[in-house]
């Protein structure tokens, strides 16, 4: 079974035995693998970027119709880092899934950060500030250690490492 979502699974109370994340594992007993760093950007659908325009800078994004994931409160602190200035309650949207926070932008919603190999493959989506500093994303797979002896995971966990890098 695959589960698709942004929040952490627990992985001692077994409610994943692979997880594709972007941290490195946090407790004892979990171990990970980094596979590799990609990117994100800020994306938007040709329809937005038609009523809207393109933004001039990171700063106009705050006024975009940003869409969030669930964790907004940590998000939108990243932002302001980088010169966005967001707070958690600006989000026009908030989803705790990936797949409907894209699923929004390609449809026209508003302007979301996305893995750059993702928007590659979408068409009529337009990177808002190409020439803006992407951001970092790592990618980690992590299980738990008592799960490394299972043939059958050891398996999954290597085509998955191949798969990640080859991407």
């Known amino acids: ?6 929040e952490l699974s627990n992985l001692h109370r077994r409610e994943a035995d692979i997880a594709i994340r972007h941290v490195p594992p946090d407790r004892s007993g979990l171990i990970g693998q980094h596979i ?16 809207n325009g393109l933004p001039n800078g990171p700063a106009d994004l705050a006024k975009a119709g940003l ?7 940590r998000f939108s602190g990243y932002l302001r880092e980088v010169g966005i200035p967001m707070e958690a309650a600006d989000f026009r949207l908030v989803s705790d899934s990936a797949v409907v926070v894209w699923e929004m932008v ?15 493959r979408t068409p009529g989506v337009i990177n808002l500030l190409p020439d803006m500093t992407s951001i970092s994303v790592p990618i980690w797979l992590v299980t738990h250690q008592e799960l490394q002896s299972s ?14 890098a080859r991407m």
């Open 151 to 164: 043939p059958r995971i050891r398996l999954v966990h290597r085509i998955l490492a191949e798969e990640l």
């Open 1 to 6: 079974m695959i589960v698709a979502a942004n």
């Open 67 to 73: 869409i969030g994931f669930d964790d907004t409160a």
């Open 36 to 51: 590799r760093d990609t990117e994100a950007c800020f994306y938007a659908s040709e329809d937005w970027v038609a009523r």
């Open 106 to 120: 390609k449809r026209g919603m508003g302007v979301a950060a996305m893995l750059r190999e993702v928007a590659e």
